[in-house]
C-alpha cells in the first residue's frame, strides 16, 4: 500500500480541486476551453512529487500573452525514480476535444511530459506525451492519439475521455527550467 501512496495523493488532490481551487474552467469558444493563461495566479494549480526530485513552480509576467505564465524549475534528482508534476483540475471536457494546446518555452532546449489524467483511486491513470521545449515560445498541439499510457491501477490502460479531470506537466530531462502559458482543451476543426 506505501508504495500507492502518492497516487492516493493525487487522486485526493484531483478529485478536490487542486488545494480548493474549485478547478474551474472557462470556455473560449464551442470548440475550445482555456485551462489557464495564469492571469489569475496558481490557484488551480498544485504539485504531486516524490522526495527523489528537487522542483517548485510559481508564475512569472515573462508570459507569451498577457501578465502571467507558470514557472515550473526542477533543479535536482536526488535519487532515481520517483517525479515531480505540476497540475491542475479540469471540470469539463468539451464535447468532441480532441487535442491540448499551449505554449512554452525552457531556459534550454530541454525534453518535459505533458500529462493527462484519469478517473479516482483505485482507477486513476496518467497517460502522457513527450515534447521538446525550445528557447523560444512555441505552440505545442498536441491530439489525444499522441498520448500513451504512462502509469495507473487496474488492467484498463484505455485514455477514457469522459473520465479527464486534469492536465499537468512534468520533466523529462533534469535539472530544466520552463515557462507554460495559454493551455486549452480544444476540437482539431479549430
Known sequence: MAKYLPLVVLSILLVSGCAGAGGSTNFVSKDALLVDDFEGGLEKWDKMATDSIIGDFSTTNDAKDGKGALHISFTERKK???????LAKIDTWPEGANQISFWAKGEKPTNAKVYINLGAWPDMKGFASVFNIET????????LSKFKFDWGMGDNKTLDISKINGVGFEPKDIPATFLIDNIQIENSRN
Do not use: A, L, R, S
Open 80 to 86: 532515481k525514480g520517483g517525479w515531480f508534476t505540476v
Open 136 to 143: 523560444e515560445w512555441n505552440k505545442y498541439t498536441i491530439p
